[in-house]
């Protein structure tokens, strides 16, 4: 893979975090309200209690660990339960919704396809 595209979805992807990541705290990017009740009764749940604020959290702690080179696997593994959860509701619940999920998904693949070997290390799968 060309470590420049390798690089600017690495960035891209974790600029998206830190910013959704922020907006769990301060609150300056109000997305519709899904048309599904079930999903609109999650995110209720989700948003009046401390659940958004700590999923907040490790979003931008784990896209401050994903710029880092040295600690880049680290932040894309807090990162993939995070996207499986996004990616699974809007799959369930609130197809198509805003869009950015797709977005986030792609550039989590070409991320997680950039950190291949590590992957194969943590699995201990051998060639």
Known sequence: MN???????????A?????FGLNK??????????????ALSFLGGMFGSYLAKFVGFFEIVG????IIPRTRFVGLL???PIIANIVMFHLAHD???????????LLCAVV?????????KLLKIEE
């Not at 600029?15 to 910013?19: G, K, S, Y």
């Open 95 to 105: 197809n198509p919704g805003n869009g950015i999920w797709i977005v986030v998904a």
């Open 3 to 13: 470590k420049y595209i390798k690089n600017i979805a690495i960035g891209i992807f």
């Open 112 to 120: 997680c396809y950039s950190q291949k070997e590590n992957f194969k």
């Open 78 to 80: 807090l990162l993939l």
């Open 15 to 19: 600029l998206q975090f830190i910013i």
């Open 25 to 38: 705290f301060i609150g300056f990017v109000n997305p519709p309200p899904p048309s599904d009740p079930v």
């Open 63 to 66: 896209s401050m660990l994903l």
